[in-house]
């Protein structure tokens, strides 16, 4: 299966706290494929964990690596819009 790679950037002014990381997971988790989120340089954690994400201490301002497994190129992109909406705050 292809991993997909894309970027986003940390835009609430509360960095990814408890209700950003819990609508990704709710996302990840009803999209059926497996996601990976983490900074650049660093191992990247599931994203079906609010509490792996919590635990990455992600601030404002950062800019994370998202790594899609899907063969599915569109819905990959459409999944990490997503994610990127849920970082505006």
Do not use: W, Y
């Amino acid at each position: 299966m292809s991993a997909f790679e894309f970027t986003v950037n940390v835009i609430d002014p509360i960095g990814l706290h408890a209700r950003p990381a819990s609508q990704i997971v709710k996302l990840v988790k009803g999209s059926g494929v497996n996601v990976l989120i983490g900074r650049e340089g660093e191992n990247l954690v599931k994203a079906n964990s609010p509490l792996m994400l919590m635990a990455l201490k992600i601030k404002t301002g950062e800019t994370l690596k998202v790594s899609i497994e899907t063969p599915d190129e569109a819905h990959a992109a459409e999944l990490v819009a997503q994610v990127q909406e849920f970082l505006k705050g």
